[in-house]
């Protein structure tokens, strides 16, 4: 199995463009979810779903968008990037409950210019 | 808001030294996970320990949860350098849906 895969591992951005990080998961794990990881700040929650067709927001969702059409996909789109959204991505998944702990993909480090 | 604080922020030890590090949190728990973050990689899933559990063993990895005092350890015993790496407790609570909240971690050193 490949676990969590994220694609692109790195990406450099203007100011106003958008983009969308990938994040693949052949685990077949109904939750999934996008973290970022700034210095000093460890990783906060943008938005997550618990299966397909189901999506929240978490704690600092304002400028990112998500969908989850299928129980393996989970992409994360950034709508006008900002340098405040410079910062490593990361995805990850588990099964219901989170019983087992979660599965992290690689990241993606974004610097946004 | 960050639900975990990590103590000691960094650690720095000798080769088959124990290392201890502390979470502490603030709301109600189904459960605490304990992480490690390798420089420039993901986060991997170390031990998990249920808000019923005291103690837990996993190797070297001994994890403790007190739920009065919301707080919980992580002692890695015979330290290796292969065990330096950054440190992450996560929180998953026991309301709605299953997300992790995470706290700032702890940057372990472990010199040869």
């Known amino acids: 199995n490949a676990g969590v895969t994220q694609t692109p591992k790195f990406q450099v951005l203007k100011t106003g463009q958008s983009m969308t990080l990938q994040c693949a998961q052949d685990?077949?794990?109904?939750?999934m979810s996008w973290y970022r990881q700034d210095p000093g700040m460890g990783l906060r929650l943008i938005h997550y779903?618990?299966?397909?067709?189901?999506?929240d927001q978490g704690e600092v969702p304002n400028g990112y968008n998500v969908s989850r059409s299928t129980t393996e996909d989970f992409p994360l789109r950034l709508l006008s990037a900002a340098p405040s959204q410079t910062s490593v991505y990361f995805c990850a998944s588990s099964v219901q409950g989170g019983s087992y702990g979660y599965t992290f993909g690689s990241g993606t480090r974004l610097t946004v210019v | 808001s960050q639900q975990g604080e990590e103590d000691p922020q960094a650690l720095s030890i000798q080769e088959g030294e124990n290392a201890t590090m502390n979470c502490s949190y603030k709301?109600?728990?189904?459960?605490l996970q304990w992480y490690r973050q390798n420089s420039g990689r993901g986060l991997v899933h170390l031990i998990l320990?249920?808000?019923?559990?005291r103690e837990k063993h996993s190797g070297r990895l001994r994890v403790t949860l007190d739920t009065s005092k919301k707080s919980s350890s992580l002692l890695i015993t015979a330290s290796r350098a292969a065990d330096t790496a950054s440190y992450f407790c996560?929180?998953?609570?026991?309301?709605?849906?299953?997300?992790?909240?995470f706290g700032k971690g702890t940057m372990l050193l472990v010199s040869p």
């Open positions: 685990m077949n794990h109904e939750y």
């Open positions: 709301t109600s728990i189904n459960n």
């Open positions: 779903s618990v299966g397909a067709g189901i999506t």
């Open positions: 996560a929180t998953e609570g026991d309301s709605g849906y299953s997300t992790l909240t």
């Open positions: 320990i249920r808000s019923n559990e």
